[in-house]
């Protein structure tokens, strides 16, 4: 199995800053895309932001300019960090990652169980 833990979540003010982290584990060959998701009661999950093994990043549009992806790969670890924080931006953060597995070399995908990040003063 391919586990994925999420860190960071937590209370902050509005235009304060958090940092998520997001670390896989497991029987893990490569790790391809990596990503970050968030839900919010009555909603469906969103995609909050996407990294690939390369480096290209891709942001919904209600986050660019205030969140940053990034991955270390050394560390099978992706981050992000959130800046601006809004109100808005209360939600439920989940990690997903894909890539290939050991040994079989099967594809996966795995998600978080998720951390709770609320912007509130």
């Known amino acids: 199995q391919v586990q994925l833990v999420e860190s960071g979540g937590g209370l902050v003010q509005p235009g304060g800053s958090l940092r998520l982290s997001c670390a896989a584990s497991g029987m893990i060959f490569r790790l391809d895309t990596m990503g970050w998701y968030r839900q919010t009661p009555g909603k469906q999950r969103e995609l909050v932001a996407t990294?690939?093994?390369?480096?290209?990043?891709n942001y919904a549009d209600s986050v660019k300019g205030r969140f940053t992806i990034s991955r270390d790969n050394a560390k099978n670890t992706v981050y992000l960090q959130m800046n601006m924080l809004k109100p808005e931006d209360t939600a439920v953060y989940y990690c997903?990652?894909?890539?290939?597995?050991?040994?079989?070399?099967?594809?996966?995908?795995?998600w978080g169980q998720g951390t709770q990040v609320t912007v509130s003063s």
């Open positions: 990294i690939t093994n390369g480096g290209a990043t």
């Open positions: 997903n990652a894909a890539g290939l597995r050991s040994f079989v070399k099967n594809y996966f995908q795995s």
